[in-house]
């Protein structure tokens, strides 16, 4: 059980222990799996910011438009407001052009960003560091850890506005989605406020386009995972050997990617203790991208102990941004 890169702390060789048992776990599942979290090493996080850049991915773009536009709006339904909180920040733009946009009050704010990636969370610190008057505290951990720190440090009165943007719910599945918002609403206030992006259902084409790219990106988004279960795993996969698929399964309201095997081969994970081997056309599947209906989001909020606000929708790309209020 030796991974092969040596970690440099006793966190690290925790998290790479993890990353180990999870591939031995769902490469070892009936169809192969692979968790999409493990996309985010340095270069998958930087690959996803191309994706975001590209003319066929339109749900980061539409999401900014949709803030700029409904800024003040959505700020004014939640005063008095002490608090953000943005449960992967990304690049810290999205809270920023929010904030910009919509702040009319004046007095301090505190901003809680959560992620598990220093990176991340050091290029949205440094984005949000120009806001006038704003604390910012960074939490390095899961969602789940980081809203029960904050739970647990709040202290100026005022609500608090949580965002939760980018689609990011698309990478659960239903019970999932239900489990994570129940987790955010138990970790609120009655008054707080959750702001909520969701990429919506929309034609089939657009829909494959958008995660099968002419440029490859996505491609490569997809098969660096294999790159970094090789790097950090000691693993040999051929990646030549592995071609990207993006499918719309509409029975499921779900786009998928899977990692389809282009020749019998048998794969060695040593981290893992783990030799798998694969028949040609055989895939792994390695993410789930939900595609919701405005009422749909409505109703996982309000089944979450939520209260409907507000929705705003961008028709163009299809998109909502859905507020709610925890009861
Ligand atoms: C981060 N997440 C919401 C993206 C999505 O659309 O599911 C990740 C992604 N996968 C392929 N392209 C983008």
């Given at each position: 059980?030796r991974p092969?890169?040596?970690?440099?702390?006793?966190?690290e060789?925790g998290?790479?222990e993890?990353?180990a048992?999870?591939?031995e776990?769902?490469?070892?599942?009936?169809?192969?799996?692979?968790p999409?979290?493990?996309?985010?090493?340095?270069?998958?996080?930087?690959?996803?910011?191309?994706?975001?850049?590209?003319p066929?991915?339109?749900?980061?773009?539409?999401?900014r438009?949709?803030?700029?536009?409904?800024?003040?709006?959505?700020l004014?339904?939640?005063?008095?407001?002490s608090?953000?909180?943005?449960?992967?920040p990304g690049s810290?733009?999205?809270?920023?052009?929010l904030i910009?946009?919509?702040?009319?009050?004046?007095?301090?704010?505190?901003?809680?960003?959560?992620?598990?990636?220093?990176?991340?969370?050091?290029?949205?610190?440094?984005?949000?560091?120009?806001?006038?008057?704003?604390?910012i505290?960074?939490?390095?951990?899961?969602y789940?850890?980081?809203?029960?720190?904050?739970?647990?440090?709040?202290?100026?009165?005022?609500?608090?506005?949580?965002?939760?943007l980018?689609?990011?719910i698309?990478?659960?599945?239903?019970?999932?989605?239900?489990?994570?918002?129940?987790?955010?609403?138990?970790?609120?206030?009655?008054g707080?406020?959750?702001?909520v992006?969701?990429?919506?259902?929309?034609?089939?084409?657009?829909?494959?386009?958008a995660?099968d790219d002419?440029?490859?990106?996505?491609?490569?988004?997809?098969?660096?995972l294999?790159v970094r279960?090789?790097?950090e795993?000691?693993a040999?996969?051929?990646i030549?050997?592995?071609?990207?698929?993006?499918?719309?399964n509409?029975?499921?309201s779900?786009?998928?990617m899977?990692?389809v095997?282009?020749?019998?081969?048998?794969?060695?994970?040593?981290a893992?203790s783990l030799?798998?081997g694969?028949d040609?056309?055989?895939?792994?599947?390695?993410?789930?991208s939900?595609?919701?209906?405005?009422?749909?989001?409505v109703g996982?909020?309000?089944?979450?102990?939520?209260?409907?606000a507000?929705?705003w929708?961008?028709?163009?790309?299809?998109?909502?941004?859905t507020?709610?209020?925890?009861?």
């Amino acid at each position: 059980m030796r991974p092969s890169v040596a970690p440099d702390s006793a966190a690290e060789r925790g998290e790479l222990e993890a990353f180990a048992g999870d591939v031995e776990y769902y490469l070892t599942l009936t169809p192969r799996q692979l968790p999409s979290r493990y996309f985010y090493d340095a270069l998958g996080s930087a690959l996803f910011e191309a994706i975001c850049q590209l003319p066929w991915y339109r749900v980061t773009r539409a999401e900014r438009r949709l803030l700029a536009r409904h800024g003040r709006a959505i700020l004014t339904r939640v005063q008095p407001l002490s608090t953000f909180v943005e449960l992967g920040p990304g690049s810290g733009e999205k809270m920023a052009a929010l904030i910009q946009s919509g702040r009319s009050r004046q007095g301090p704010l505190t901003v809680h960003l959560v992620d598990v990636s220093a990176a991340a969370l050091d290029l949205a610190h440094r984005t949000l560091s120009a806001l006038e008057d704003a604390e910012i505290v960074l939490h390095e951990a899961t969602y789940e850890v980081g809203l029960t720190q904050i739970a647990a440090e709040r202290q100026r009165a005022g609500r608090t506005l949580t965002l939760f943007l980018g689609s990011n719910i698309g990478n659960f599945d239903p019970p999932g989605a239900d489990a994570f918002l129940h987790h955010i609403r138990a970790a609120l206030t009655a008054g707080d406020a959750l702001l909520v992006g969701t990429d919506l259902v929309k034609p089939a084409h657009e829909l494959q386009i958008a995660y099968d790219d002419p440029l490859g990106v996505t491609a490569a988004f997809n098969r660096n995972l294999l790159v970094r279960i090789n790097r950090e795993l000691g693993a040999d996969f051929d990646i030549d050997a592995f071609r990207h698929r993006a499918l719309w399964n509409a029975a499921e309201s779900r786009m998928e990617m899977h990692l389809v095997s282009a020749r019998r081969q048998r794969v060695r994970v040593p981290a893992s203790s783990l030799e798998v081997g694969f028949d040609v056309g055989e895939s792994i599947w390695t993410e789930s991208s939900y595609k919701y209906q405005p009422q749909h989001v409505v109703g996982a909020l309000e089944r979450a102990g939520f209260r409907f606000a507000d929705q705003w929708i961008d028709e163009t790309d299809g998109f909502a941004l859905t507020l709610a209020e925890a009861m």
